[in-house]
């Protein structure tokens, strides 16, 4: 089995900075990629960025410029550091692996994701 553990949210005031971890472990033979998304309330799921294990990386519109998107290999782990937030990024953030086990199956796995609130 593996598991995916987020860190790192909290409340913060309007065009601060935080930093989300997100670690992989388990049974994990590679991970293929990383993703964080988010869901505000009432609205759906949203990818915020992702990144591939050679590190290429996308954003979602609304947080391109704002927010970075990087990983440790040999950690499992990927970041999202976050800066200049604003009350419409307030959700919870989730990260999701797409990964090879040491079965030689690939599967996705969700964490149970991390609060941020951004208001004054």
């Known amino acids: 089995q593996v598991q995916l553990v987020e860190s790192g949210g909290g409340l913060v005031q309007p065009g601060g900075s935080l930093r989300l971890s997100c670690a992989a472990s388990?049974?994990?033979?590679?991970?293929?990629?990383m993703r964080w998304y988010r869901q505000a309330p009432g609205k759906e799921r949203e990818l915020v960025a992702g990144i591939t294990t050679g590190g290429s990386t996308n954003y979602g519109d609304s947080v391109k410029g704002r927010f970075t998107i990087s990983r440790d290999n040999a950690k499992n782990t990927v970041y999202l550091q976050m800066n200049n937030l604003k009350p419409e990024d307030t959700a919870v953030y989730s990260c999701?692996?797409?990964?090879?086990?040491?079965?030689?199956?690939?599967?996705?796995?969700w964490g149970k994701g991390t609060l941020v609130t951004v208001s004054s």
């Open positions: 999701n692996a797409y990964l090879r086990e040491f079965n030689g199956y690939y599967k996705s796995y």
């Open positions: 388990g049974s994990i033979f590679s991970i293929s990629v």
